[in-house]
């Protein structure tokens, strides 16, 4: 079984810039999550989707961080303009729902973001 | 109220040895107890995980111990091998919800 894919895997930016990431989940994942990981912390989510609809959104600094998943599969992320402290990695998530519920989250490799 | 607070931030044991991280919670909500185990350059791949209506569980070398009424969980690794050298991230969530992540442990298994 395929893991999460994203791409790319790497990216150097100039504040003010704009970046798009993209991951694409395990198949048959409705779960969906987007998380920022800060060099030397742990991940905090930013937005999580069911299927196609956000179901929290509360830490997504939405002046500038935009995220989609059209279709219920395939995500983007985008953050325009980008600022220095957007540099971390961001990873994406996804879970398998049984019964209404979700299961253990299993995390793609990350895309690494400098913004200069 | 939303905080799990992880210890040490680092660790150095011998190869052989047994490795112990430590994690407390606040939030009683929390129903599902993840670890990660993350290596440089990839993304955290999880390793063991914990729902609170038991007291410990056990994977190979890898155990979890809960203390429901001391809103504490650890993460012990037996006969610990270099192979383990790695950053670990204890988490909570309702299930189906957000994971919420420690700061990590970076441990390091000396040959």
């Known amino acids: 079984e395929a893991g999460v894919a994203q791409s790319p895997r790497y990216k150097i930016i100039e504040k003010r810039q704009s970046v798009a990431f993209w991951c694409n989940p395990i198949s048959g994942h409705a779960t969906l999550y987007w998380y920022q990981q800060i060099l030397g912390q742990g991940p905090k989510l930013l937005i999580q989707?069911?299927?196609?609809?956000?179901?929290?959104d509360s830490q997504l600094p939405k002046d500038r961080f935009s995220a989609e998943r059209l279709k219920g599969v395939d995500s983007t992320l985008k953050i325009q303009p980008a600022k220095l402290e957007d540099s971390a990695v961001y990873l994406c998530a996804s879970s398998l729902i049984l019964g209404g519920v979700a299961y253990e989250q299993y995390f793609g490799p990350g895309t690494r973001l400098t913004v200069t | 109220q939303q905080q799990v607070k992880q210890s040490p931030q680092s660790l150095i044991v011998q190869k052989g040895g047994i490795s112990i991280i430590n994690c407390a919670y606040e939030?009683?909500?929390?129903?599902?107890f993840p670890w990660y185990q993350q290596f440089p350059g990839k993304g955290p791949a999880l390793l063991i995980a914990i729902r609170p209506d038991v007291s410990e569980k056990k994977e190979g070398r890898f155990t979890i111990s809960f203390n429901k009424s001391a809103k504490q969980f650890s993460l012990h690794i037996m006969d610990s091998q270099p192979g383990d050298s790695a950053t670990y991230f204890c988490a909570a969530s309702i299930v189906g919800g957000k994971l919420i992540f420690g700061q990590g442990t970076e441990l390091s298994v000396k040959p």
């Open positions: 939030n009683t909500a929390f129903d599902y």
């Open positions: 989707f069911q299927n196609n609809g956000v179901v929290d």
